[in-house]
């Protein structure tokens, strides 16, 4: 809903100074003016713009007057940002899952007409237990992807992808489980049952499975 332009006063013609503004519009009729000022030397000047429509094209020029009378610059143009809006979020991916890691990737289905701030965080009940806020801002297609380490085996989480911009945010969010940390078995050698002169029968005993169904 505003803009700052620019324009430059290239000659006071032989005046010791003059006024300087803008004119700006929807059309070369411009419609409405900033407020006057005065310059007593040539050089840059500009002026901020306010209670703009969004997603409009405008029109401007700079005007400098002396006793006598205005000189014109050349008609320019600027659009207004279109309207923030919500953005979100889709495609929320939980892969390359091991017993402590896990690699999230989502995308930025919709940026909302502003570019984004992206997060990933992962819960386990009602806490945080990781949190990844992107460096980068995005915009809509683009992809955001993070590893997190340091989680524990065999443990059930819930995932999160947000996304917001200055109009709010959105969150979607996917369960995942860390594998199963798989404890070697344990055995024991025990004294031989059959000793004959050419051979001989030996036993173990397989004392625990680890964590696992069989061995």
Not at 76 to 82: E, I
Not at 125 to 130: E, H, L, R, T
Request: proline letters at 3%; charged letters at 10%; glycine letters at 12%.
């Amino acid at each position: 809903t505003g803009a700052t332009v620019q324009g430059s006063l290239d000659s006071l013609g032989n005046a010791g100074s003059c006024n300087v503004w803008f004119q700006y519009g929807l059309t070369t009729s411009y419609g409405s003016s900033t407020s006057q000022v005065a310059m007593s030397s040539t050089g840059v000047f500009s002026a901020s713009l306010s209670g703009l429509s969004p997603g409009t094209v405008y029109h401007y020029r700079a005007v400098g007057s002396n006793s006598a009378g205005p000189g014109y610059g050349l008609d320019k143009t600027f659009s207004t940002l279109a309207q923030a809006q919500i953005p979100s979020v889709c495609c929320l991916v939980a892969s390359g899952i091991d017993t402590d890691s896990v690699t999230l990737s989502a995308t930025l289905d919709s940026d909302g007409n502003r570019a984004c701030s992206c997060r990933f965080y992962i819960m386990q009940g009602a806490s945080v237990v990781a949190d990844w806020t992107d460096p980068v801002l995005h915009v809509t297609g683009e992809n955001f992807v993070h590893t997190f380490d340091g989680l524990s085996p065999g443990t059930s989480y819930v995932a999160h992808a947000k996304v917001w911009n200055s109009a709010g945010g959105s969150d979607i969010m996917k369960s995942f489980s860390t594998s199963v940390l798989v404890v070697v078995p344990s055995v024991s050698s025990l004294s031989p049952s059959v000793v004959g002169d050419t051979g001989a029968t030996v036993q173990g005993s397989l004392d625990s499975l680890g964590n696992a169904g069989s061995c």
